[in-house]
């Protein structure tokens, strides 16, 4: 029998495999998540969640555009207190949950962390990085200043590890990455969304109304595996990598630059929750064929020049 084991430490955070959904992909219910679980996650990550409920913005909120997939969701969700049941139901069936939230105000974000620490959730994402929002402080991940101020707040209060979910529309990741690990982040998951957009040369107008929305799918693999990559080497705690991953391929390559695991979003309403069972299994494969026995051994690998 062999030795092989896809089991991944993240800050503490100990996963069935290295693969997670990317927050707001089949986060809103538990029932959802539980089969994001059943599709083969390691762990499964909440829609984030804000101090009350959000309808988010008008339609359309998400289109398909070449390569990937552009949203505008606006934040939509029931409120970190509402949600504390789903996330205590997870629990109930041994499912690790992390919760993902955000704030309009440094206050919100001590409070809405609270409550998902509260709730047991096993990891907390702290999303300083919505392109989708402007008054409610969606991309306060822009500057490494307020990054480490919300990040040392969200510490004070919170048990379980904390995640910074950053953006990569910024000039400096690698200063914003820091800056967080400076606040005493346990992880950083990189990245969320590219800020784009698409008109209809019809109406002359363009398709999202909120006009602009974050970009995600293939499309970005390559601006946020050098993210990742960036990332791992400015900081000394476990990076999560994210974007357009939708192949065990794509999964490896995160790893090699340095990212401990990874989240998939897109390629799951692409090719349905069993994606997140194969991605796993194509990894076991990799390990298998190079003769591996751990996932640790292949993180960071391209880096050894
Ligand atoms: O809800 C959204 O519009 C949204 C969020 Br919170 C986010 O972090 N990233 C994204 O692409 N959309």
């Known amino acids: 029998m062999s030795q092989l084991s896809l089991t ?12 997670m959904n990317a927050a707001g992909v089949l986060g809103m219910s538990a029932p959802l998540l539980k089969r994001v679980y059943e599709g083969g996650a390691g762990a499964v990550v909440t829609k984030s969640l804000g101090p009350v409920q959000r309808m988010g913005h008008h339609n359309p909120t998400l289109i398909s555009v ?23 139901e997870l629990k109930g069936k041994g499912i690790p949950v992390v919760a993902s939230f955000f704030g309009a105000s440094f206050e919100d974000f001590s409070e809405v962390a609270g409550i998902l620490s509260d709730s047991g959730a096993d990891a907390l994402e702290l999303n300083v990085s919505c392109p989708n929002v402007e008054e409610e402080m969606g991309m306060l991940g822009a500057d490494p200043v307020n990054t480490e101020r919300v990040t040392a707040i969200v510490k004070e209060v919170a048990e379980p590890p904390v995640f910074v979910k950053l953006s990569p529309n910024v000039t400096d990741i690698s200063e914003i990455a820091r800056a967080a690990e400076r606040g005493g982040a346990d992880a950083i998951t990189a990245v969320n969304t590219l800020k784009g957009m698409a008109v209809d040369v019809d109406l002359r107008k363009p398709i999202l109304t909120n006009v602009t929305g974050g970009l995600s799918g293939p499309a970005v693999k390559p601006v946020a595996l050098r993210c990742v990559w960036e990332v791992a080497g400015a900081v000394d705690i476990p990076v999560i990598g994210c974007g357009g991953i939708s192949s065990w391929r794509d999964a490896i390559e995160y790893l090699l630059c340095g990212a401990t695991a990874v989240e998939v979003g897109t390629a799951a309403m692409e090719r349905g929750l069993d994606v997140y069972g194969d991605i796993a299994d194509g990894i076991r494969g990799y390990l298998e064929e190079n003769e591996y026995r751990e996932v640790k051994e292949v993180v960071g690998l391209a880096r050894e020049a």
């Open 8 to 19: 991944v430490d993240v800050a503490g955070l100990r996963l069935r495999n290295p693969v």
């Open 66 to 88: 070449e390569g990937g997939a552009l949203n505008a969701m606006g934040l939509p969700n029931p409120g970190a207190k509402y949600f504390v049941n789903a996330i205590r």
